[in-house]
Protein backbone atom coordinates (compact mmCIF):
# COMPACT_ATOMS: atom_id res chain seq x y z
CA UNK A 1 0.00 0.00 0.00
CA UNK A 2 0.98 3.49 -0.72
CA UNK A 3 2.25 5.39 1.96
CA UNK A 4 1.85 9.14 0.55
CA UNK A 5 -1.14 11.35 0.11
CA UNK A 6 -0.65 13.48 -3.08
CA UNK A 7 -1.37 17.40 -2.62
CA UNK A 8 -2.43 19.05 -5.26
CA UNK A 9 -1.97 22.44 -4.22
CA UNK A 10 1.52 22.16 -5.04
CA UNK A 11 0.28 23.07 -8.80
CA UNK A 12 -1.58 25.87 -7.80
CA UNK A 13 -0.80 28.11 -3.96
CA UNK A 14 -3.84 27.69 -1.84
CA UNK A 15 -5.66 30.40 -1.02
CA UNK A 16 -8.04 31.37 1.94
CA UNK A 17 -9.52 34.84 3.08
CA UNK A 18 -11.29 36.10 6.09
CA UNK A 19 -15.01 36.06 4.98
CA UNK A 20 -15.59 39.55 7.35
CA UNK A 21 -12.79 41.89 5.39
CA UNK A 22 -11.89 39.31 2.58
CA UNK A 23 -8.51 39.58 3.32
CA UNK A 24 -6.14 36.81 2.97
CA UNK A 25 -5.12 34.21 5.80
CA UNK A 26 -2.23 33.19 6.89
CA UNK A 27 -0.96 29.65 8.97
CA UNK A 28 -1.41 32.16 12.49
CA UNK A 29 -5.20 33.16 11.79
CA UNK A 30 -6.34 29.72 10.25
CA UNK A 31 -6.70 27.46 13.42
CA UNK A 32 -9.28 30.13 15.07
CA UNK A 33 -11.70 28.36 12.53
CA UNK A 34 -9.78 24.85 12.04
CA UNK A 35 -7.88 22.52 14.27
CA UNK A 36 -4.24 23.32 13.77
CA UNK A 37 -3.11 20.14 12.25
CA UNK A 38 -5.73 20.25 9.52
CA UNK A 39 -4.76 24.52 8.93
CA UNK A 40 -1.08 23.45 8.69
CA UNK A 41 -2.88 20.47 5.87
CA UNK A 42 -4.87 22.87 4.09
CA UNK A 43 -2.03 25.52 3.27
CA UNK A 44 0.55 23.02 2.79
CA UNK A 45 2.13 23.47 -0.43
CA UNK A 46 4.16 20.19 -0.38
CA UNK A 47 3.92 17.78 -3.46
CA UNK A 48 3.66 14.99 -1.19
CA UNK A 49 2.23 14.25 2.25
CA UNK A 50 2.75 11.26 4.72
CA UNK A 51 0.30 9.40 5.63
CA UNK A 52 0.32 9.17 9.44
CA UNK A 53 1.07 5.88 11.21
CA UNK A 54 -2.12 5.20 13.06
CA UNK A 55 -4.06 6.49 9.80
CA UNK A 56 -2.15 4.15 7.51
CA UNK A 57 -2.55 0.82 9.67
CA UNK A 58 -6.59 1.82 9.60
CA UNK A 59 -6.38 2.06 5.84
CA UNK A 60 -4.50 -1.12 5.38
CA UNK A 61 -7.05 -3.01 6.66
CA UNK A 62 -9.09 -1.99 3.49
CA UNK A 63 -6.99 -0.81 1.01
CA UNK A 64 -5.99 -0.55 -1.83
CA UNK A 65 -9.93 -1.12 -2.93
CA UNK A 66 -10.29 -3.33 -6.00
CA UNK A 67 -9.81 -2.71 -9.47
CA UNK A 68 -11.65 -4.47 -12.40
CA UNK A 69 -12.61 -4.29 -15.81
CA UNK A 70 -16.43 -4.53 -16.37
CA UNK A 71 -16.53 -6.75 -19.46
CA UNK A 72 -20.10 -7.51 -19.71
CA UNK A 73 -20.63 -3.47 -19.15
CA UNK A 74 -18.91 -3.02 -21.74
CA UNK A 75 -20.38 -5.43 -24.03
CA UNK A 76 -24.07 -4.55 -23.25
CA UNK A 77 -23.29 -0.48 -24.04
CA UNK A 78 -21.35 -1.92 -27.21
CA UNK A 79 -17.69 -0.31 -26.81
CA UNK A 80 -14.79 -1.45 -27.70
CA UNK A 81 -13.34 0.62 -24.68
CA UNK A 82 -11.69 -0.90 -21.85
CA UNK A 83 -13.46 -0.57 -19.09
CA UNK A 84 -11.78 -0.57 -15.37
CA UNK A 85 -13.88 0.08 -11.97
CA UNK A 86 -12.24 0.91 -9.04
CA UNK A 87 -14.85 -0.46 -6.34
CA UNK A 88 -14.87 2.35 -3.44
CA UNK A 89 -18.00 0.30 -2.19
CA UNK A 90 -15.33 -1.85 -0.78
CA UNK A 91 -14.58 0.45 2.07
CA UNK A 92 -16.36 0.37 5.41
CA UNK A 93 -18.77 2.91 4.59
CA UNK A 94 -19.35 1.93 1.08
CA UNK A 95 -18.24 5.02 -0.36
CA UNK A 96 -14.96 7.19 -0.95
CA UNK A 97 -15.43 9.72 2.14
CA UNK A 98 -14.36 7.35 5.00
CA UNK A 99 -10.68 7.74 3.61
CA UNK A 100 -10.63 11.14 4.49
CA UNK A 101 -12.80 10.60 7.65
CA UNK A 102 -10.23 8.93 9.06
CA UNK A 103 -7.22 11.36 8.52
CA UNK A 104 -9.72 14.39 10.12
CA UNK A 105 -10.87 12.19 13.21
CA UNK A 106 -7.06 11.18 13.84
CA UNK A 107 -6.11 14.78 13.26
CA UNK A 108 -8.50 16.22 15.82
CA UNK A 109 -7.59 13.80 18.54
CA UNK A 110 -4.15 14.38 17.86
CA UNK A 111 -5.38 18.37 18.81
CA UNK A 112 -6.96 17.64 22.03
CA UNK A 113 -10.42 18.15 20.01
CA UNK A 114 -13.32 16.42 21.79
CA UNK A 115 -16.53 17.47 20.02
CA UNK A 116 -16.78 17.85 16.14
CA UNK A 117 -19.86 19.01 13.96
CA UNK A 118 -20.36 18.89 10.42
CA UNK A 119 -23.04 19.00 7.62
CA UNK A 120 -24.06 15.78 5.91
CA UNK A 121 -26.62 14.68 3.22
CA UNK A 122 -25.79 11.07 4.78
CA UNK A 123 -22.68 9.29 3.26
CA UNK A 124 -20.35 11.83 4.91
CA UNK A 125 -21.71 11.91 8.38
CA UNK A 126 -21.71 8.17 8.57
CA UNK A 127 -17.93 8.21 7.65
CA UNK A 128 -17.08 10.89 10.23
CA UNK A 129 -19.40 9.12 12.50
CA UNK A 130 -17.57 5.82 12.06
CA UNK A 131 -13.67 7.63 11.97
CA UNK A 132 -14.83 10.01 15.32
CA UNK A 133 -15.77 6.67 17.55
CA UNK A 134 -12.17 4.86 16.64
CA UNK A 135 -10.12 8.33 17.77
CA UNK A 136 -12.97 8.66 20.79
CA UNK A 137 -14.30 12.37 19.63
CA UNK A 138 -17.80 13.04 19.85
CA UNK A 139 -19.23 13.54 16.46
CA UNK A 140 -22.85 15.90 15.63
CA UNK A 141 -24.25 15.32 11.95
CA UNK A 142 -26.59 18.33 10.80
CA UNK A 143 -28.91 16.67 7.89
CA UNK A 144 -31.06 18.77 5.79
CA UNK A 145 -34.62 17.87 5.60
CA UNK A 146 -35.32 16.99 2.27
CA UNK A 147 -31.76 14.25 2.54
CA UNK A 148 -33.52 12.70 5.70
CA UNK A 149 -36.73 12.51 3.73
CA UNK A 150 -34.70 10.60 0.68
CA UNK A 151 -32.59 8.45 2.76
CA UNK A 152 -33.72 8.11 5.85
CA UNK A 153 -32.11 5.33 7.34
CA UNK A 154 -28.88 7.43 6.99
CA UNK A 155 -29.86 9.08 10.24
CA UNK A 156 -29.78 5.69 12.57
CA UNK A 157 -26.62 4.71 10.34
CA UNK A 158 -25.27 7.71 11.80
CA UNK A 159 -26.31 7.04 15.24
CA UNK A 160 -25.26 3.81 15.22
CA UNK A 161 -21.83 4.66 15.50
CA UNK A 162 -22.67 6.94 18.53
CA UNK A 163 -23.04 10.50 16.33
CA UNK A 164 -25.80 12.88 17.64
CA UNK A 165 -27.86 13.68 14.67
CA UNK A 166 -30.05 16.99 14.45
CA UNK A 167 -32.14 17.06 11.11
CA UNK A 168 -32.57 20.87 9.51
CA UNK A 169 -35.84 22.01 9.17
CA UNK A 170 -36.23 25.28 6.55
CA UNK A 171 -36.82 28.09 7.92
CA UNK A 172 -40.95 29.13 7.88
CA UNK A 173 -41.95 30.84 4.73
CA UNK A 174 -38.31 30.91 3.17
CA UNK A 175 -37.21 29.30 0.34
CA UNK A 176 -34.07 27.14 0.77
CA UNK A 177 -31.91 27.87 -2.22
CA UNK A 178 -29.05 25.05 -1.34
CA UNK A 179 -29.70 22.44 1.28
CA UNK A 180 -25.64 22.22 2.04
CA UNK A 181 -25.53 25.82 3.32
CA UNK A 182 -28.82 25.31 5.13
CA UNK A 183 -27.29 22.56 7.02
CA UNK A 184 -23.55 23.73 7.16
CA UNK A 185 -25.06 27.08 8.50
CA UNK A 186 -27.08 25.15 11.24
CA UNK A 187 -23.63 23.16 12.45
CA UNK A 188 -21.38 26.13 12.44
CA UNK A 189 -23.97 27.75 14.97
CA UNK A 190 -24.12 24.83 17.40
CA UNK A 191 -20.44 25.26 16.97
CA UNK A 192 -19.99 28.84 18.17
CA UNK A 193 -22.21 27.98 21.04
CA UNK A 194 -20.48 25.12 22.00
CA UNK A 195 -16.87 25.18 24.15
CA UNK A 196 -13.93 23.37 21.92
CA UNK A 197 -16.36 22.24 19.54
CA UNK A 198 -14.56 22.70 15.57
CA UNK A 199 -16.83 22.79 12.30
CA UNK A 200 -15.43 20.22 9.51
CA UNK A 201 -16.51 20.77 6.46
CA UNK A 202 -17.53 17.26 4.10
CA UNK A 203 -15.89 18.15 0.64
CA UNK A 204 -14.08 21.45 -0.81
CA UNK A 205 -11.34 22.03 1.12
CA UNK A 206 -7.53 20.99 1.26
CA UNK A 207 -7.96 18.59 4.04
CA UNK A 208 -10.53 16.89 2.66
CA UNK A 209 -9.65 16.43 -0.78
CA UNK A 210 -5.75 15.63 0.35
CA UNK A 211 -6.98 12.13 1.36
CA UNK A 212 -8.58 11.07 -1.20
CA UNK A 213 -5.71 11.36 -3.68
CA UNK A 214 -5.37 7.92 -2.01
CA UNK A 215 -8.01 6.34 -4.97
CA UNK A 216 -5.84 7.86 -8.08
CA UNK A 217 -2.53 6.53 -6.75
CA UNK A 218 -3.97 3.10 -6.27
CA UNK A 219 -5.43 2.69 -9.85
CA UNK A 220 -2.21 4.00 -11.29
CA UNK A 221 -0.32 1.30 -9.73
CA UNK A 222 -3.16 -1.20 -10.43
CA UNK A 223 -3.29 -0.16 -14.42
CA UNK A 224 0.18 -0.47 -14.36
CA UNK A 225 0.52 -4.21 -12.95
CA UNK A 226 -1.68 -4.74 -16.15
CA UNK A 227 0.68 -2.86 -18.09
CA UNK A 228 -2.43 -0.17 -18.51
CA UNK A 229 -2.32 3.52 -18.41
CA UNK A 230 -5.66 5.24 -18.93
CA UNK A 231 -6.72 7.43 -21.96
CA UNK A 232 -9.86 8.82 -20.05
CA UNK A 233 -10.59 9.55 -15.93
CA UNK A 234 -14.17 9.97 -15.45
CA UNK A 235 -15.32 11.37 -11.72
CA UNK A 236 -18.40 12.91 -10.69
CA UNK A 237 -18.63 16.67 -9.39
CA UNK A 238 -20.43 17.89 -6.15
CA UNK A 239 -18.18 19.59 -4.22
CA UNK A 240 -14.90 18.05 -5.41
CA UNK A 241 -13.92 15.51 -4.12
CA UNK A 242 -14.70 12.21 -5.79
CA UNK A 243 -13.11 13.96 -8.98
CA UNK A 244 -9.80 14.98 -7.58
CA UNK A 245 -9.66 11.84 -5.38
CA UNK A 246 -9.81 9.40 -8.75
CA UNK A 247 -8.16 12.16 -11.34
CA UNK A 248 -6.00 14.38 -9.30
CA UNK A 249 -2.56 11.90 -10.04
CA UNK A 250 -3.16 11.96 -13.83
CA UNK A 251 -3.61 15.36 -13.73
CA UNK A 252 -0.27 15.48 -12.02
CA UNK A 253 0.90 13.55 -14.99
CA UNK A 254 -0.78 15.71 -17.46
CA UNK A 255 0.97 19.10 -16.02
CA UNK A 256 4.31 16.98 -15.64
CA UNK A 257 5.10 14.45 -18.33
CA UNK A 258 2.65 16.12 -21.09
CA UNK A 259 0.49 13.13 -21.06
CA UNK A 260 -2.60 12.99 -23.04
CA UNK A 261 -5.09 11.45 -20.43
CA UNK A 262 -8.59 13.26 -20.63
CA UNK A 263 -10.24 14.13 -17.40
CA UNK A 264 -14.25 14.69 -17.39
CA UNK A 265 -16.23 15.73 -14.73
CA UNK A 266 -19.48 14.44 -14.70
CA UNK A 267 -22.20 16.68 -12.93
CA UNK A 268 -25.81 17.34 -12.58
CA UNK A 269 -28.28 19.59 -14.51
CA UNK A 270 -29.38 21.32 -11.53
CA UNK A 271 -26.16 22.27 -9.45
CA UNK A 272 -23.78 22.71 -12.30
CA UNK A 273 -20.82 24.14 -11.14
CA UNK A 274 -18.41 23.83 -13.28
CA UNK A 275 -20.55 24.80 -16.74
CA UNK A 276 -22.04 27.42 -15.02
CA UNK A 277 -20.52 28.58 -12.01
CA UNK A 278 -18.47 31.71 -11.85
CA UNK A 279 -15.22 32.38 -10.52
CA UNK A 280 -15.22 34.32 -7.06
CA UNK A 281 -14.74 34.07 -3.32
CA UNK A 282 -17.01 31.37 -1.91
CA UNK A 283 -17.84 29.61 1.75
CA UNK A 284 -20.43 26.85 2.04
CA UNK A 285 -21.82 29.40 5.21
CA UNK A 286 -23.56 32.51 5.07
CA UNK A 287 -22.78 33.14 8.51
CA UNK A 288 -19.35 34.81 7.51
CA UNK A 289 -17.98 31.87 9.57
CA UNK A 290 -15.93 29.52 7.36
CA UNK A 291 -12.83 30.55 5.60
CA UNK A 292 -13.38 31.93 1.55
CA UNK A 293 -12.27 30.01 -1.56
CA UNK A 294 -11.18 31.12 -4.59
CA UNK A 295 -13.29 29.17 -6.97
CA UNK A 296 -15.96 28.53 -8.83
CA UNK A 297 -19.74 28.85 -7.17
CA UNK A 298 -23.74 29.01 -7.92
CA UNK A 299 -26.16 31.41 -6.34
CA UNK A 300 -28.36 28.33 -5.64
CA UNK A 301 -29.34 25.04 -7.26
CA UNK A 302 -31.66 24.87 -10.31
CA UNK A 303 -34.59 23.52 -10.44
CA UNK A 304 -34.56 19.34 -10.78
CA UNK A 305 -34.67 16.31 -8.99
CA UNK A 306 -32.59 15.55 -5.68
CA UNK A 307 -29.04 14.78 -6.17
CA UNK A 308 -27.39 13.94 -2.85
CA UNK A 309 -24.05 14.87 -2.42
CA UNK A 310 -23.47 16.30 -5.94
CA UNK A 311 -25.69 19.63 -4.78
CA UNK A 312 -22.58 21.43 -3.89
CA UNK A 313 -23.04 25.20 -4.85
CA UNK A 314 -19.06 25.55 -3.97
CA UNK A 315 -16.27 23.06 -5.58
CA UNK A 316 -12.75 22.57 -4.60
CA UNK A 317 -10.00 25.40 -5.81
CA UNK A 318 -8.43 22.59 -7.75
CA UNK A 319 -11.15 21.77 -9.71
CA UNK A 320 -11.50 25.17 -11.10
CA UNK A 321 -7.91 25.68 -11.43
CA UNK A 322 -7.86 22.57 -13.36
CA UNK A 323 -11.14 23.40 -15.27
CA UNK A 324 -10.11 26.97 -16.28
CA UNK A 325 -7.03 25.96 -18.05
CA UNK A 326 -8.45 23.42 -19.89
CA UNK A 327 -7.46 20.31 -18.35
CA UNK A 328 -11.18 19.00 -17.30
CA UNK A 329 -14.01 18.70 -19.49
CA UNK A 330 -17.34 18.59 -18.21
CA UNK A 331 -20.05 16.38 -19.23
CA UNK A 332 -23.82 17.40 -17.75
CA UNK A 333 -26.49 15.05 -17.13
CA UNK A 334 -29.97 14.55 -15.43
CA UNK A 335 -31.23 12.68 -13.05
CA UNK A 336 -33.02 10.35 -14.87
CA UNK A 337 -29.96 10.05 -17.30
CA UNK A 338 -28.10 9.14 -14.38
CA UNK A 339 -30.51 6.42 -12.86
CA UNK A 340 -30.81 5.03 -16.73
CA UNK A 341 -27.09 4.73 -16.64
CA UNK A 342 -27.36 2.84 -12.80
CA UNK A 343 -29.76 0.44 -14.06
CA UNK A 344 -27.39 -0.18 -16.87
CA UNK A 345 -24.32 -0.85 -14.73
CA UNK A 346 -26.65 -3.44 -12.09
CA UNK A 347 -27.85 -4.97 -14.94
CA UNK A 348 -24.71 -5.94 -16.09
CA UNK A 349 -22.08 -6.25 -13.25
CA UNK A 350 -24.48 -7.21 -10.15
CA UNK A 351 -23.76 -4.11 -8.54
CA UNK A 352 -26.14 -1.63 -7.19
CA UNK A 353 -24.02 2.38 -6.81
CA UNK A 354 -25.00 5.17 -5.29
CA UNK A 355 -27.34 7.89 -6.58
CA UNK A 356 -24.09 10.03 -7.10
CA UNK A 357 -22.04 7.06 -9.15
CA UNK A 358 -25.13 6.66 -11.58
CA UNK A 359 -23.85 10.45 -13.10
CA UNK A 360 -20.25 8.85 -13.03
CA UNK A 361 -21.70 6.25 -15.39
CA UNK A 362 -23.54 8.32 -17.56
CA UNK A 363 -20.64 9.85 -18.40
CA UNK A 364 -18.93 6.29 -19.26
CA UNK A 365 -21.72 5.65 -20.82
CA UNK A 366 -21.07 8.83 -23.35
CA UNK A 367 -17.10 8.88 -23.59
CA UNK A 368 -17.14 5.02 -24.52
CA UNK A 369 -19.68 5.40 -27.40
CA UNK A 370 -17.88 8.65 -28.24
CA UNK A 371 -14.61 7.24 -28.32
CA UNK A 372 -12.78 4.04 -29.75
CA UNK A 373 -10.34 1.56 -28.30
CA UNK A 374 -9.34 3.71 -25.18
CA UNK A 375 -9.18 2.94 -21.91
CA UNK A 376 -12.11 4.29 -19.28
CA UNK A 377 -11.67 4.67 -15.81
CA UNK A 378 -14.16 5.56 -12.89
CA UNK A 379 -14.17 4.43 -9.56
CA UNK A 380 -17.61 3.74 -7.63
CA UNK A 381 -18.96 3.99 -4.33
CA UNK A 382 -21.80 1.59 -3.05
CA UNK A 383 -25.91 1.58 -3.83
CA UNK A 384 -27.30 -0.88 -1.06
CA UNK A 385 -28.92 2.20 0.60
CA UNK A 386 -29.86 3.86 -2.25
CA UNK A 387 -32.09 1.10 -3.67
CA UNK A 388 -35.11 3.39 -4.30
CA UNK A 389 -34.08 5.65 -6.45
CA UNK A 390 -33.84 2.79 -8.73
CA UNK A 391 -36.86 1.04 -7.98
Not at 8 to 25: G, V
Not at 44 to 51: C, L
Not at 88 to 115: F, M, Q, V
Not at 339 to 362: P, R, W
Request: glycine share 8%.
Amino acid sequence: MLNKFLNLNAYHKAHLFDPLHEKEINREKLPRVLPPSLARLELSGEKYIDIPREVFDIYSKYRPTPLYRARQFEKDIRTNCEIYIKDEGATPTGNHKISSAYLIAYSCKKDGIKTVATETTGNWGIALAMASRRFGIKAVCFMDYESHLERPNRKALMEGFGADVVIVEPPPQQEVKDLLTLSANAAIEFTKRTKGAYYIFGSVYSYFIIPQSVIGLEIKTQLAELNKYPDIVVGTCGGGANLLGTAGVFLADIVDEKRKTVIVSAEAESCPILSEGKMGLYSIDTLKYYPLIHTYGLDGLRDGDYVGGLGSTVVASSVAYFHSTGLIHVNRFSSEEAMKAAEIFHKSEGKLIALETGFTMAAVIKQARENSNKIIVANISSGETDKKFYE
